[in-house]
C-alpha cells in the first residue's frame, strides 16, 4: 500500500509520462479542446450525464452496472457470429511496477498468454538502454525469469525513452537516417536473441507527420529481421477514428501499412481524457467502439490488440495526477466521497475536496469498466486485448477477464470465478 502512494503520482498512460499530452492516446502538449467540459463531463463521445450514485461495497465496486457493462460490448458493432476467445491476452509491464504486476500475472497466471514489460529507452546517440536505474536491474531480470518459467511469450517494449523523457530527435535521427535504421534494426534483432525473447513490441511515440514513410519503412525492415529468426514484432500506436485523428503523430501511423507487417497493432486506446485536459473518462466506451470499427476497416482483426489501461487521474486545479484503481479506492473511502458510474462511458467516478479546500474530480477503472472494454474486444473478434498495468488494479478485473476473454484452451469461469 506504502508503493500504491509512490506510484500515485506518476504519470503513466504510456506517452502521457512527460506531462505533455493531447489526449485520446496523442499526448503532446497541444490541447485539442476536446472534452473540454469543466467538472466531470466527460466531453464528446462520452457521455455528460451524471448518474446516480452508487456506493463502494469492498473491493467490488458498482456490481449493478456488471449486466450493462456486457452489453455494451455486444452492441457496439453489427451482430455477428458468436466470437471465437481471445488468442492474446498481454500483461504490459512498466519497470516500476515489475514485482507487483509479476506476481498478479501469476497469480491469474492461466488469464494470460503473455508478457511485455515495458523496460527498453533509447540513450541520446541511439543505442537501447533499460529505462530503469542499475539498481533494479536485478529485481526486473529475476521477475521476468518468473515469468518466463511460468511459460508466457515474454516479448518486452522498446520506447524513445531518454533519462525518464519521451525524445522525439533520438527516433526521428534513426527513421531519417538510413545507416541509424540499420544500426537500429540490428540492435533490437540482437537484443532479442541474445535474451531470448518471443519478440519485441515498439513504442516510438511523439512521431511529426513527415515520420509516416519513414517509420512504415522502419516497421517493415525490423520486420523482416526478425521474421528471418522465427520472432514476432508488436507495434504501439495511438488510438484514432479516422486517417488522420487528431494530431500529427496520428497521421505519422499509417495503420494499414503498419498492420500488412506487424504481428500484432496494439491500439492504445486510453487517454480520451488525460493530465493537462478537463476531468473524464479515460476510454468512453463509445469512443473505444470507434476506434475498433476504424482499426478493423485497417488492419486484419486478427492483429489488432486492444489496449485497456487499467489506471485513472485526480483532477484538481486544471492538473490531473495519474491513479491507480486503489489509490481511488482509498481517497474514496477517506474523504467519505460517494463513487458514480456513468453508464454512458462505462466508467466510474467521484469528487471530493481535500483538507486544503481544493476540489478534487477522479475518474479511473475498475472491474466493469474493464469488462465493458473486454466486451468490446470480444464483440468485435479482434486479436485480443493488452492491460497497461499500472498497479493495484481492482481485484474483481481478473475474474471479468477469465469470464470475457477467457484464453485459448481455458473455459470461461463461472460468476463464482471457477472453470
Request: proline letters at 5%.
Amino acid at each position: 500500500m506504502g508503493n500504491d502512494n509512490r506510484l500515485a503520482g506518476r504519470d503513466i498512460s504510456r506517452g502521457a509520462r512527460t506531462g505533455a499530452s493531447s489526449g485520446r492516446g496523442a499526448r503532446s502538449g497541444l490541447s485539442s479542446g476536446r472534452g473540454a467540459g469543466t467538472g466531470a463531463s466527460s466531453g464528446r463521445g462520452a457521455g455528460t450525464g451524471r448518474r446516480p450514485a452508487r456506493r463502494f461495497a469492498g473491493v467490488v465496486w458498482l456490481a449493478l452496472v456488471l449486466a450493462g457493462a456486457l452489453l455494451v460490448g455486444l452492441t457496439l458493432l453489427p451482430h455477428q457470429a458468436p466470437a471465437r476467445p481471445a488468442r492474446v491476452v498481454v500483461a504490459s509491464l512498466p519497470y516500476w511496477n515489475i514485482t507487483h504486476g509479476a506476481a498478479t500475472v501469476l497469480a491469474y497466471r492461466r488469464d494470460f498468454t503473455e508478457v511485455s514489460p515495458w523496460v527498453y529507452g533509447l540513450a541520446a546517440d541511439g543505442q537501447i538502454v533499460p529505462q530503469y536505474p542499475p539498481g533494479q536491474a536485478a529485481s526486473v531480470n529475476a521477475q521476468i525469469a518468473r515469468l518466463r518459467a511460468a511459460g508466457l511469450r515474454v516479448v518486452p517494449t522498446l520506447a524513445n525513452i531518454t533519462a525518464g523523457r519521451w525524445s522525439y530527435q533520438n527516433v526521428a535521427q534513426i527513421l531519417h537516417d538510413p545507416a541509424r535504421m540499420r544500426q537500429n534494426v540490428a540492435s533490437i534483432a540482437a537484443l532479442v536473441r541474445s535474451h531470448g525473447y518471443a519478440g519485441i513490441d515498439i513504442d516510438y511515440e511523439n512521431l511529426r507527420a513527415s515520420d509516416r514513410q519513414a517509420f512504415t519503412r522502419f516497421i517493415a525492415e525490423l520486420a523482416a529481421a526478425l521474421h528471418a529468426e522465427g520472432k514476432i514484432l508488436s507495434v504501439a500506436l495511438f488510438a484514432k477514428t479516422t486517417n488522420t485523428g487528431y494530431d500529427q503523430r496520428n497521421v505519422a501511423q499509417d495503420y494499414a501499412a503498419l498492420g500488412r507487417v506487424a504481428d500484432q497493432v496494439r491500439i492504445m486506446a486510453y487517454d480520451y481524457h488525460w493530465g493537462s485536459s478537463a476531468p473524464g473518462p479515460v476510454a468512453p466506451i463509445g469512443w473505444v467502439g470507434a476506434v475498433l470499427r476504424y482499426a478493423r476497416s485497417q488492419i486484419p482483426a486478427s492483429k489488432i490488440i486492444l489496449g485497456v489501461g487499467l489506471y485513472g487521474y485526480d483532477w484538481s486545479g486544471g492538473r490531473g495526477t495519474a491513479v491507480s484503481w486503489l489509490r481511488a479506492f482509498q481517497l474514496s473511502n477517506r474523504y467519505h466521497a460517494a463513487a458514480h458510474y456513468d453508464t454512458t462511458s462505462q466508467a466510474p467516478w467521484f469528487t471530493y475536496t481535500d483538507a486544503a479546500g481544493h476540489r478534487h474530480v477522479v475518474w479511473f477503472e475498475n472491474e466493469a469498466s474493464a469488462r465493458a472494454k473486454f466486451g468490446a474486444a470480444q464483440g468485435s473478434q479482434i486479436g485480443g486485448v493488452f492491460l497497461w498495468m499500472f498497479g493495484y488494479e481492482d481485484t474483481g478485473t481478473w475474474a471479468a477477464l477469465g469470464r470475457t476473454l477467457p484464453a485459448p484452451g481455458r473455459p470461461p469461469t463461472s460468476a463464482g470465478g471457477t472453470p
